[in-house]
C-alpha cells in the first residue's frame, strides 16, 4: 500500500529512533510551514496522558503547524513531572521549527506508568528542523508504532487536492471517542469553522464505531490539518474523509492482537441510529460471540443473548432476522437450519465476517467494526510486561 | 463440601437422567409439600428463555411448592412451541404431585435454540412424585450443571433453622441481574410481605455484583422458598442469607470457565455505593485487567485505564491510592516503586486476587467478584459447538 501514498501538499515528516525504545523508530514530527486549519478529538479517560492538556489548548483557535509524537512510553499517570516534559518537547519543536509552541499537537503512546527519559530526547532533537522530508511520511507512520505489526497510512484524491492518514492502534481499543492515535493531512481548502464538524462527524462512523476489547486508552488522539491550497466542494472533501477514516479504522481493526477474523455488524432498520450503535456494539463486545466466530460456529443463540442484554433496545422477536454474511440463520424466532452449514462454510472460508441484524421496527442503520477473541490477544496481553 | 451440608426441614429433591443429554442427569426437582413463602428474580435479558413469563407469573403471589429444572437445552428463542413445552413439564409435575400448576417454578438451562425433547421428557416424569428423597440434595445440584466442573451447594444454620443454596453457572455470566440458576431453601418463617426484599438485599452484594464475561445469560434466575416450620430474627436470616449467597456466588466465580484466578475488586471511600459498582465493574470486566491478572503483572496502569473511562466518575487522581493485597501499587500519582515485587509475588502466589482501590472522594463502598481471562477461555467458548 505504501507504494501508492500520495503526500498533499504542504506538509514535511520525520521518523526516527531517539531512544525511549531499545532500536525501533520512537520518534516522530509532521510538519506545516504555513498555519493550517485543524480539528482533534481526545479520548474521555479522565486518567488521559499528559500531553493531552497541552494539545486541548493548542487545538482551541483551530491552528496547528505540526504534530509530535513520542513511543515507546505512554507519559500517563506521571502527573506535574510528566506535563512538564510533555511541554518541554514542544517548546524545543517550536524553537527548532521557528514556530508558536501553540501551533503543536503532542501526543505520546506506550507504556502507562514510567516518565520520558526527557533529556535524551530533547537532546535527539537537535536539528530535526533539518531532517524533514517530504518522502519521510512512511519514516513518521513507523515511529508511532507500539504492539502494530503493521504501518497504516492511506490517501485518498479529491479533486485537485490528496488527503492522508497515518495511524497506529491495536489494543486497548473501544468506544468512547478515540481509539489509538491517527493523523490526517490534506492540501485542500477547509474553513476553521467546519473543520470540527467534518471530523467529528467522520470520527462517530468509523474510530467511534470501532471496538477492539472494550478498554479505553489515555491517549487516544484524532488530528486533521488542512493547509488550505485547493479548492474543494465541501461534500466531496467529506466523502472522501468518511473514506479514509473508515479505511483506516479496518486496517487497525484487521490489526487488533491476536485477531483472525474482523467482524462487522450492521444493525438496521432500526428504530434510532443510536439504539442501531449500541445493539452492534453489544454483539461486537460480546466474549462469546467474539469466540464463536473465532471457531467459526453459526452460534446464532449468542447473537441473540448480545441483543437481548439491552435493556432499552424496543425489540420484536417476531421480526427480528439475523443474517451471517448472505445467509439467513435466524427468522420467525428459529433457526433456518437449512442455512446452517452454509453459514459454518462462510465463517471457516472468509476473514473479513459480516453479521446483519434487521431489527424491523424503523428505517435507521449504524454498522460497527471490532475483531474475534482468540487465545493470542490473551497470550500477547497476558505476557506483556509493565 | 457436600459432606456437610444440612437440609431444610420440608423439602424433597430428585435428580436424573431424563434424556436431553446423553448420559449425565439432566432433569432436577425440588419440592415441599406444603406452601411455601417465595420470591425470585430473573434475568434482564429480553430474549429471555420461554420458561421465564411462567414463572414471573407463578411468583407473583409469593407462595411456590416446587423447582422444576432440564438442563442441556435452554429453551430460549424457541417461540410459542417452547413456551408451551415449559408449561407442558410444569403441567405433568402438578399432576405428579398434586400440586397447582401455579406453585411450580420451572427453569431450563443449556444450548440455545433447539426445541426441548418434550415427549421423552413427559414420559421420563412419570413417577417422579415417588421417588423426591430428602437424601438427593446432590443429585439436583448435579442435574442442573452444564459446563459446571463442580457441584456448588451450601448451607448455613441459622438459630434453629437452616439455610440451603444449591447454584450452577460458569459462562455468559454478567451483571444485570441474575447470573445463573440459584435455588435457595430454609425452614425458617419468612412473612410473604418481608421475602422480596430479603432476597432482592443479598441479591444485590453478591450475584448482581458478579461478573464473569459481561455477557447475560437468557435464562437466568435466584429463587427461594421458605417452609416457615423454625422462627429466626430477621437480622440474623437477613446475615445468613447473604452469607448463603456470597459463598455461593464465590463457588461460581472460581468455577468460571477457564478461569486461573478469582478477582476480588474493592471500591473503597467513594462518593456512592452505585459509583464504587460501577468503578468496580469496570476494572473486574476490563480484559487488559483480567489477562495482566492472568500473567501475574503488576500492571497498575491498566487499573488506571479502567477507573478513567468511567467518564461519570468523580475522580482526584492525587487522592486516588490502589492496593494489590496488602501492597500499596500507586499512590500521589506514581508507581510505589518498592512494592512492586512484593506485588508481583502476591499476584504469583495466590489464586484469589484482592484488587483495593481507594477513591477518597467520599464514605462508601462496594465490592463485585469476578476471574481473569486464559487461553482456556477462549478455549472452551471457540469450540463449544450449537
Chains 1, 2 share one sequence.
Not at 119 to 134: C, E
Request: with cysteine.
Amino acid at each position: 500500500m505504501e507504494n501508492t501514498i500520495a503526500i498533499p501538499k504542504g506538509f514535511y515528516f520525520l521518523g526516527k529512533h531517539i531512544g525511549i525504545k531499545k532500536q525501533k523508530k520512537d520518534f516522530g514530527v509532521v510538519y506545516s510551514p504555513e498555519e493550517c486549519s485543524a480539528s482533534a478529538m481526545f479520548t474521555k479517560n479522565q486518567f488521559c496522558g499528559e500531553p493531552i492538556p497541552i494539545g486541548r489548548e493548542a487545538i482551541k483557535d483551530k491552528c496547528l503547524q505540526a504534530f509530535v509524537v513520542t513511543s515507546g512510553i505512554a507519559n500517563v499517570a506521571t502527573g506535574a513531572v510528566g506535563r512538564a516534559n510533555a511541554q518541554k518537547i514542544v517548546d524545543k519543536l517550536a524553537n527548532e521549527l521557528e514556530i508558536p509552541s501553540q501551533n503543536i499537537l503532542p501526543s505520546s503512546t506506550g507504556i502507562i506508568g514510567p516518565q520520558l527519559p526527557i533529556d535524551t530526547i530533547l537532546t535527539g532533537m537537535d536539528g530535526v528542523g533539518d531532517n524533514l522530508s517530504r518522502l519521510n511520511a512512511k519514516e513518521f507512520a513507523e515511529a508511532i508504532m507500539t504492539t502494530d505489526t503493521k504501518v497504516k497510512m492511506h490517501s485518498i484524491k479529491v479533486g485537485g487536492a490528496t488527503l492522508l492518514g497515518i495511524a497506529k492502534g491495536s489494543g486497548m481499543i473501544e468506544p468512547n471517542m478515540a481509539t489509538m492515535l491517527v493523523y490526517l493531512m490534506s492540501d485542500a481548502v477547509v474553513e476553521k469553522e467546519e473543520i470540527h464538524e467534518l471530523l467529528s462527524n467522520s470520527v462517530e462512523k468509523s474510530f467511534n464505531s470501532m471496538s477492539i476489547d472494550t478498554d479505553t486508552s489515555t491517549s487516544d488522539t484524532v488530528a486533521l490539518m488542512t493547509s488550505n491550497l485547493y479548492e474543494v466542494k465541501k461534500e466531496a472533501f467529506a466523502k472522501a474523509l468518511d473514506e479514509l477514516c473508515l479505511s483506516l479504522c479496518k486496517e487497525i481493526v484487521k490489526d487488533a492482537e491476536g485477531a483472525k477474523h474482523t467482524i462487522e455488524v450492521t444493525v438496521t432498520n432500526c428504530i434510532s441510529k443510536k439504539e442501531a450503535k449500541i445493539i452492534g456494539k453489544s454483539i461486537v463486545n460480546s466474549p462469546l460471540v467474539k469466540t464463536a466466530v473465532y471457531g467459526a460456529d453459526p452460534n446464532w443463540g449468542r447473537i441473540i443473548m448480545a441483543i437481548g442484554k439491552v435493556e432499552e433496545a424496543h425489540l420484536d422477536k417476531d421480526k427480528l432476522i439475523i443474517k451471517l454474511g448472505e445467509h439467513i440463520i435466524f427468522q420467525n424466532q428459529q433457526e433456518i437450519t437449512e442455512n446452517f452449514e452454509k453459514s459454518k462454510e462462510y465463517l471457516q472460508k472468509n476473514d473479513e465476517i459480516k453479521i446483519t441484524v434487521m431489527m424491523n421496527t424503523g428505517v435507521e442503520e449504524h454498522t460497527v467494526y471490532g475483531c474475534d477473541l482468540t487465545e493470542e490477544y490473551v497470550e500477547i496481553n497476558g505476557h506483556y510486561t509493565t
